[in-house]
């Protein structure tokens, strides 16, 4: 073997010699150094970060640039409560290519099972010491050093997060964790994110996120399923006492906005709720929802316009009960503080706090109102289906129960640049009434509204507990048709009235009602009401300022029917008088006699068979005859009869029908026969010749016979009309009360009173 040759061979052994070194070193590096670092960094891990951290495994493999750590596990400070852990976390990067030329890439991130354990309090978190083991470090660093970095292929899986924070009712906790990013650089503003994760208590959220610092933008596109509602009970037991919140929502969210710029946002979103429930602590059902859906199709705030999808909401149920100390069955469960303000008065908030989902859901919706008030917006259809309102008021002795069944309401299509918006709706009440409306509206100042609507066969028996405890009257009876053409400008109210009531039967009085009320005479204004077919028809009008705080729509409408009532009973002529054909007003009131009549002659005839007709047409109705003669007067008369009988038949004891005749048409005035009267009364000059007459036959004698005519001539009444048809049992006689004389004593004659048949 030459020298020549003996050269390259002994390189050769030392090149092989110099790589089994170096393979050998980086083969111990390889498997001495993780476990030198991974029992460096376990033992120092608390006076690092006041945590102890425990670690399977580290690999590091300096041939194919891959490094790892598997089953590490970081506990909270001084404790055995897990703060973070993962199963995996591996990386392939160059680190020699980083630490020489200062531009980190990586690629293939893998996180295997994470878990993260957050504690809020405050603004604090369970992680803030280890943002502040930094201190402050203002050192300005040279830009040509910046450090550049890329990180590619990032996949995040089978993670875990529990959250526990003062703000939040109860922790949440997420399973089923899993992150994917493509790319996360120094060199590109933007960053693209696919997220999924299941909440613990029901839900399963899949989407996207995306960051663009350079434009200082962000966007979302996400969907939640299955959103278990009961996760939001402890929220509404801050503003409701209540016991039990189900159901389920899904949400998808598609929004795209800059954290710089408030006019940025656009948005479209879509809602659906399915077998919503809330129960009262005492388990009764408050609301039910079958199912809601709801779409914003399009908002954009550079361009103030808003394009509503539909908003359809289904099989919506509502108890609503009013109790007898005047609270009701939703505002006793609010929750609510006052506090005293100035000026001696009060103001109430609700209890929850500004972080509450709630609170914070409805200053959304708030900032979405304006959104659309201001701007251009179309709605495709707005609705509500097949609801039910149930309602019951114990205020009264009986409690009143009613039921407002499918309900439907309809808005189709609503801009903002149309002349009018309309809506319509319809209802079942009770089971048997139906309702029907429509209202038209201005897009631009809803405010400003014309309603149209009609209740028809609304059965009065089903309002029978309020008839006693309002009016002291039971409704036994009536089906109700009502109509109403209210409009509503600039807030000036003007609505016409017309009700109509079919078979109206009203019970005699009760003594049970509100002592607060005042009694109207109702059973006898309804059989007034009532025209020839048993028909009572009322319009009532209603006007005033609703921006008056004083004006009070309801307490105008019962002033009117209050004062309809009572004029219908004090002037019942003046609605009999449409049941009688060929009778006026007074025919219906009372009957006038002349004096020493003692029955009806053709005149009274004619009244007493009006007064027949009419009690005929209104069977639930009865009359007193109330006498309203001057009874001095009469007697008067008595005695100038007698007088004039002694002055013309003096012999006589006896006279006949034709010597009546006679007396009575002899002129009280003739001078003979005065001068008969005062001759026989000297001690009376100066006196009228009734007096004169009266001391001449006597009083006491006067008084006897004119009695006996007064008897007489209510008999002969009586029976005339019974003998018109009048049943006896709806016919009386009897004194009248002071009110009821009052400005009609005179001649002989009856009054009629009439009341409600026993």
């Not at 991974?38 to 690092?48: A, F, G, Q």
């Not at 995306?210 to 509404?236: K, S, V």
């Not at 389920?248 to 659906?272: F, I, K, Q």
């Not at 006897?704 to 009309?721: D, G, V």
């Amino acid at each position: 073997m030459t020298e020549e040759t003996s050269g390259p061979r002994t390189r050769k052994r030392w090149l092989i010699v110099l790589v089994v070194v170096l393979s050998t070193a980086l083969l111990a590096m390889a498997l001495l150094l993780p476990y030198l670092l991974k029992r460096y960094i376990e033992s120092h891990s608390e006076e690092w970060i006041n945590r102890r951290v425990t670690i399977d495994r580290i690999i590091l493999n300096p041939f194919t640039f891959r490094y790892a750590a598997t089953g590490v596990t970081c506990y909270e400070p001084h404790s055995e409560e897990v703060f973070v852990s993962w199963k995996d976390i591996s990386v392939r990067i160059n680190l020699w290519s980083g630490l020489r030329e200062n531009d980190w890439r990586s690629e293939g991130l893998r996180i295997v099972s994470p878990y993260f354990h957050i504690v809020q309090d405050g603004d604090r978190f369970n992680f803030s010491d280890l943002l502040e083991l930094g201190g402050d470090d203002t050192t300005t660093m040279d830009p040509a050093s910046t450090t550049r970095f890329t990180m590619a292929d990032i996949i995040l899986s089978d993670g875990r997060i529990e959250y526990e924070s003062d703000a939040l009712a109860a922790p949440v906790g997420v399973k089923d964790l899993r992150a994917k990013c493509t790319l996360i650089s120094s060199e590109r503003a933007r960053m693209d994110f696919d997220l999924g994760l299941q909440l613990e208590a029901g839900g399963r959220l899949e989407g996207g996120f995306m960051l663009d610092t350079e434009l200082e933008r962000y966007g979302i596109n996400a969907q939640l399923r299955a959103f278990a509602l009961q996760q939001l009970l402890p929220y509404l037991q801050d503003f409701l006492a209540s016991k039990a919140l189900t159901g389920a929502m899904d949400v998808d969210l598609n929004l795209l906005d800059s954290y710089s710029d408030t006019t940025g946002l656009a948005m479209s979103a879509g809602l659906t709720l399915s077998g919503v429930g809330l129960v009262d602590p005492n388990g009764e059902r408050l609301f039910g929802l079958k199912q809601a859906n709801a779409r914003l199709d399009t908002l954009v705030a550079r361009d103030q316009r808003v394009e509503m999808g539909e908003v359809v909401l289904n099989g919506a149920e509502i108890k609503f009960v009013l109790l007898n100390d005047s609270t009701d069955n939703w505002t006793r469960l609010l929750k609510q503080d006052s506090t005293t303000v100035a000026g001696g008065g009060t103001s109430t908030r609700h209890r929850a706090s500004e972080s509450n989902v709630f609170v914070l859901l409805a200053d959304y919706i708030s900032y979405l109102g304006q959104q659309i008030v201001a701007s251009e917006y179309t709605a495709k259809k707005l609705a509500l289906t097949n609801s039910t309102v149930r309602f019951e008021d114990h205020t009264p002795a009986q409690p009143f129960q009613y039921t407002i069944s499918g309900i439907d309401i309809n808005a189709n299509r609503i801009t903002s640049d149309q002349e009018a918006g309309k809506v319509t709706a319809s209802a079942v009440l009770q089971e048997t009434g139906r309702l029907k409306g429509k209202a038209t509206f201005d897009p631009k100042n809803i405010r400003n509204v014309e309603v149209d609507l009609t209740v028809d066969d609304l059965a009065l028996n089903h309002l029978d507990a309020y008839g006693r405890w309002y009016a002291a009257h039971p409704l036994e009876d009536g089906v109700l048709a009502y109509a109403t053409k209210t409009i509503v400008r600039d807030g000036r109210l003007d609505s016409q009235n017309h009700m109509r009531v079919d078979r109206l039967k009203v019970g005699r009085r009760v003594e049970e009602h509100d002592p607060g009320i005042y009694v109207l005479p109702l059973r006898l204004a309804a059989g007034l009401l009532k025209d020839v077919n048993g028909v009572v028809e009322l319009d009532v009008p209603v006007r005033g300022d609703l921006k008056d705080p004083q004006f009070r729509v309801w307490s105008i409408v019962w002033q009117v029917l209050k004062n309809l009532l009572v004029k219908a009973a004090s002037a019942p002529g003046r609605l009999l008088v449409r049941a009688v054909d060929g009778a006026d007003e007074a025919d219906l009131e009372r009957v006038r006699f002349n004096y020493l009549q003692t029955g009806p002659g053709r005149s009274q005839e004619k009244t007493l068979r009006n007064l027949a007709s009419a009690l005929r047409s209104k069977p639930e109705l009865s009359v007193d005859l109330v006498p309203i003669l001057d009874k001095g007067a009469e007697v008067k008369e008595v005695a100038v009869f007698q007088a004039k009988k002694a002055f013309l038949f003096p012999d006589r004891t006896m006279i006949n029908g034709a010597d009546s005749t006679r007396i009575q048409e002899m002129n009280t005035r003739d001078s003979v026969f005065t001068a008969f009267v005062n001759e026989r009364t000297p001690s009376l000059d100066g006196r009228s010749l009734h007096e004169r007459c009266l001391a001449l036959f006597g009083a006491e004698e006067a008084g006897r016979i004119a009695e006996e005519i007064e008897y007489a001539r209510r008999e002969s009444t009586m029976q005339f009309l019974l003998q018109e048809g009048v049943e006896a049992g709806r016919l009386r006689y009897r004194d009248g009360t002071a009110e009821e004389l009052a400005g009609q004593r005179g001649v002989p004659g009856y009054r009629f009173v009439y009341g409600e048949r026993e």
